[in-house]
């Protein structure tokens, strides 16, 4: 079983970054992909990036461009580096692992991201 704990989030200004990372922990878990999905206040959960572990990265397109996402498979790590945020980016983000063998999501408990003046 996984448990995954994120960090990095907060307040930023309009235009400012931030870095958020998910550390992946437990016994015989093996990750396939990674990624992100975010919810804001009212409004339905949104895909946002999504990594395999060869690297290879898909975006949403209100982040492509703005956001990217890695991975260090060596420590089960995904990050997303946020940068040029907006305030419809504000959001409780959270980060998934899909197992490699029975393709189920562990999600993490999500990590609030806040962009405002």
């Known amino acids: 079983q996984v448990q995954l704990a994120e960090s990095g989030g907060g307040l930023v200004q309009p235009g400012g970054s931030l870095r958020l990372s998910c550390a992946a922990s437990g016994s015989r878990f093996s990750i396939n992909g990674m990624g992100w999905y975010r919810q804001a206040a009212g409004k339905q959960r949104e895909w946002v990036a999504h990594i395999i572990s060869g690297g290879s990265a898909n975006y949403a397109d209100s982040v492509k461009g703005r956001f990217t996402i890695s991975r260090d498979n060596a420590k089960n790590t995904v990050s997303l580096q946020m940068n040029s945020l907006k305030p419809e980016d504000t959001a409780l983000y959270y980060c998934?692992?899909?197992?490699?063998?029975?393709?189920?999501?562990?999600w993490g408990q999500g990590i609030q991201v806040t962009v405002s003046s």
């Open positions: 998934y692992v899909t197992d490699e063998v029975s393709l189920s999501n562990t």
